[in-house]
């Protein structure tokens, strides 16, 4: 899979003990990569990083190191020291309501890390290719039926989307003046190419966020208990964990490979029969 160029490639996941990450590692390690993570400590209880690491069988058996991507010193001192080769940076407050109630560590979170992970690989030799997963929140929402175009504007009402807008400012900025692939002027790539991945409304087994939708029913269920659900009508691109993934790994191929087109910004979501209501994916759970 992906013509095997992750193959003994040094990667470095930043959270990797969340979600989608979890499963990201799992998959590159199965590619025979040699994977780094660094992250908080696993956000939920349970954990699918627990899960996967648990001993005698550990069946993930990475590189793990605890840490906050807002920490530059430690962050910076971890590329210098494993010298990865393609970067996938996951690490994020991920969560809208939790925004609200703090904004000031989500910005300093999704922003703030962000612009530290890229100076890290900014000064490290060895990184040939980022992979910056940001979010589809980061659109400006002007609440028509069709999906958003890669081109169109930045945005966000709640401090979650304002920071992911923000997220992709920031990559937009480092690529133009720092991993431009227009810079040297010359027909070979330039020593870093950087792309950022824009999906939502992901599902799939290891998530145990709160307010989300699936994890808020597998626990109501499990205590016999009645859920709120906010917006049944709502129509959301559910797609399973596994598919935006997949096409994380294939754009940091065409980045490793040198391919300069790769270096934007890209949607990942299903096909238009994957759009149902929140009320649908509910009477099908």
Excluded at 19 to 39: N, Q, R, T
Excluded at 41 to 46: C, N, R, V, Y
Excluded at 192 to 207: C, F, M, Q
Excluded at 269 to 279: A, F, L, Q, R
Aim: net charge negative; aromatic share 10%.
């Amino acid at each position: 899979m992906f013509n095997n160029i992750y193959k003994n490639k040094k990667v470095l996941i930043t959270g990797h003990t969340g979600f989608k990450g979890s499963w990201l590692a799992l998959w590159l390690k199965e590619l025979g990569a040699e994977v780094i993570g660094y992250a908080l400590k696993p956000p939920t209880t349970p954990s699918h990083y627990e899960l996967l690491t648990q001993q005698p069988t550990d069946n993930l058996n990475i590189i793990s190191i605890e840490g906050d991507i807002r920490n530059y010193i430690k962050l910076n001192e971890i590329f210098q020291s494993y010298k990865p080769e393609i970067v996938f940076h996951l690490a994020a407050q991920p969560l809208v309501r939790y925004s609200y109630i703090n904004p000031v560590e989500t910005f300093e979170t999704n922003v703030m890390g962000t612009i530290n992970v890229f100076e890290a690989c900014r000064n490290c030799e060895s990184v040939r290719a980022i992979v910056n997963i940001t979010s589809d929140k980061c659109y400006e929402n002007k609440e028509w039926v069709w999906g958003y175009r890669e081109s169109d504007p930045m945005g966000g009402y709640d401090p979650y989307s304002a920071s992911k807008g923000c997220a992709e400012l920031v990559t937009s900025a480092y690529r133009n003046s720092f991993f431009t692939p227009s810079y040297p002027l010359t027909d070979s790539p330039p020593r870093v190419l950087l792309a950022s991945a824009r999906a939502g409304n992901v599902i799939g087994g290891g998530d145990w966020a709160d307010d989300r939708l699936i994890p808020d029913i597998m626990r109501a269920t499990a205590k016999n208990e009645s859920v709120i659900i906010r917006n049944p009508k709502a129509t959301r691109p559910w797609q399973h964990v596994l598919e935006p993934l997949s096409g994380y790994l294939l754009l940091g191929q065409k980045l490793l490979e040198g391919r300069k087109e790769f270096a934007g910004g890209w949607n990942f979501g299903p096909d238009d029969e994957s759009n149902i209501t929140v009320e649908n994916l509910i009477e099908n759970i």
